[in-house]
């Protein structure tokens, strides 16, 4: 069973800084692809981005937060990272870090929160301005 432990979330001002971690337990486990998701009170679990873990590793993250957000290189199978950078109060939500056994060459298949198997608790993350 894997299990998952996010940290790193925090309450900060509008143009700060965070860097998320997520570390990965309780293989040996049959890890392809490591998603981040978020969720705001009363909307719906969106995503954040992704780190496909086998074949060609590669990240990326979701439109609209391009360009402040990014998956570290230095995330592998046992710990992924979110680097989120001038964060505004829209970003406030509980982050999620989850797990697939599976990887996809359609990257929009990467944004389902039903293809992942297991899922951490979340880590608060509150933007004031």
């Known amino acids: 069973q894997v299990q998952l432990q996010e940290s790193g979330g925090g309450m900060v001002q509008v143009g700060d800084s965070l860097r998320l971690s997520c570390v990965a337990s309780?293989?040996?486990?049959?890890?392809?692809?490591l998603g981040w998701f978020r969720q705001a009170p009363g909307k719906e679990r969106e995503f954040v981005g992704a780190?496909?873990?086998?074949?060609?590793?590669?990240?990326f993250v979701a439109e609209d937060v391009k360009g402040r957000f990014i998956i570290p290189r230095e995330s592998d199978k046992n710990t992924l990272y979110l680097q989120m950078d001038n964060l505004q109060p829209e970003d406030s939500a509980v982050y999620y870090c989850?797990?697939?056994?599976?990887?996809?060459?359609?990257?929009?298949?990467?944004?389902?929160?039903?293809?992942?198997?297991?899922w951490g608790q979340g880590t608060q993350v509150t933007v004031s301005s």
């Open positions: 989850a797990h697939s056994g599976q990887y996809w060459s359609d990257t929009s298949t990467y944004r389902w929160p039903t293809n992942y198997e297991y």
């Open positions: 309780g293989g040996p486990f049959n890890s392809k692809a």
């Open positions: 780190f496909r873990i086998v074949g060609v590793k590669y990240s």
